[in-house]
């Protein structure tokens, strides 16, 4: 039998055909596979432009592998192409819902496009299949802060830092807004103390040291009510009556004495919203001095005051206008001395971040207890005074330079005290170290009298220099210590009217 032989060279064409043609057999498999190994690369490299072509191609080729349809929509997301993305990656879900990262990516993908409520139950779904997995506990608690549901953020935050304590800082801050957001400012303030422990030197303690103090404002603005009671040791190398209300003393001791001084503040918010307040305030100051009792002071005053905030012009600049009334009376030895009432409107605006300016208008009523000379000397009147102050504030607001202007006219039944007044202020504020804050002030006011004195038969005019400098320290939250100089020269045409003072006063107040 004769045997056949198998051309050589059909064997070679048959292999070579295999070779070029082998691909078209199963062309969908192979192709998809390797565009989708070169977008994995890509991805995982960065380049999601590059993925992208190669996750769509692959796409095109195996439209019904899960896998690729996962990549597809992870690459989209990160491009922001988040309506797509989610397409992707639910096409997916419904692929082969066995995968596990899927919920989870679709919570990030509908958090970054802010539809929180689908974000939330795919965190709740992947929370089922990956229960170890810390980000999906941070992501809840996140989106209900988001959501203003601040009661529903901390079990899910604590959860997320118990199993990811590189969390922690992070859980701590958004806690501590809930707290805040809440009005649970106690817990609030420990919370925000607690991020800032966790790490110091990062944003987000830097963020709760602000916040902490927003708290503490915060806390105050609450509060209906508040009392300020404050104790000062005080040695005075010339003791002068010249209370507050008035411009000019009115006795000069020419002697030293140690006084002993309370005052006691109480306030109490009648009503706040959005527009309006308003406080009703009472205080109590009393003076004791060790020898001359003729000087020893009590006064007792009401104040009512009333608050609008609002914005003024396009730019909308906030504005805030006030009203108050004030009564007071006071005793001089134990036996009325003088009475006042005053109405009062002042005007703040915030010119810029850096800058505030206040204008004040005041019409004062004064109403003196003790005999006169003659009636040329009576002190009774009206006071009218006008002007303003501005604030600069600086580093970080922490610091502030203030001047400012004041125009008054007294108009009395007495000619001798008929006059017209400016006062010139100047101050600085600054943080020094350990919590200690330095306040420098500094005044001149002219006095320019408009008659020829009665007992003296001059023309009067004063210049009056003071200055003042004060150190002070809180401790904890409730309790203020300070150290404060108080320097004046007074000069006067009349030399009867000239007197210089130098008062040394240690105060500690309390704030309840």
Known sequence: MKRLKFPVYLLVAIIFGFIIFSPLICPGQQSSEFLFSKGVVAY???KFEAALNYFQQASQLSPEDAEIQHYLGMTQMQLGKYDLAIKSLKKALSLDPTIKELHYDLGVTYFRAKNYPQALSHFLEAEKVQPQRAMVYFYQGYIHYLMKKYNLVAPPLNKAQELDPSLTQTCQFYRAMSLMKTKRYNEAEKEFQATIDTAPETDLAKA??????????LKKEEKRWSII????MQFDDNVTLKPDELPAAVKVSDEEDYRTVFHLVGEYRLFKNECWSSVGRYTFYESIHSSLHDYDLIKNEV?????????????????????????SHNLLDARPYLETIHFRTTWGLSLTQNSFLQLQWRIQDKDFHYSVINSQSNRDGLNNLIGFNYFWFHCNNTRYLRWGFFYDHDS??????????YRFMLSYFLPLWKGIKLTIDSEYYYQDYKNVDSVYFQERSDREYTWS??????FHSNLNLAFQYLGREHNSSI??????????????????
């Open 44 to 46: 995982s490299e960065g």
């Open 208 to 217: 709760a040291k602000t916040l902490k103090k927003r708290v503490a404002a």
């Open 229 to 232: 009671p404050s104790l000062s």
């Open 303 to 327: 104040n009512f005051n009333l608050t609008r905030r609002g914005t003024l012009g396009e730019g909308g600049i906030p504005t805030t206008l006030g009203f108050d009334v004030n009564y």
């Open 412 to 421: 009395t039944i007495g000619s001798d005290w008929d006059y017209d007044g």
């Open 469 to 474: 400098i004060s150190f002070n320290r809180d």
């Open 495 to 512: 030399e009867f009217y000239e007197y210089d003072r130098n008062v040394y006063m240690l105060t500690l107040t309390a704030y309840f």
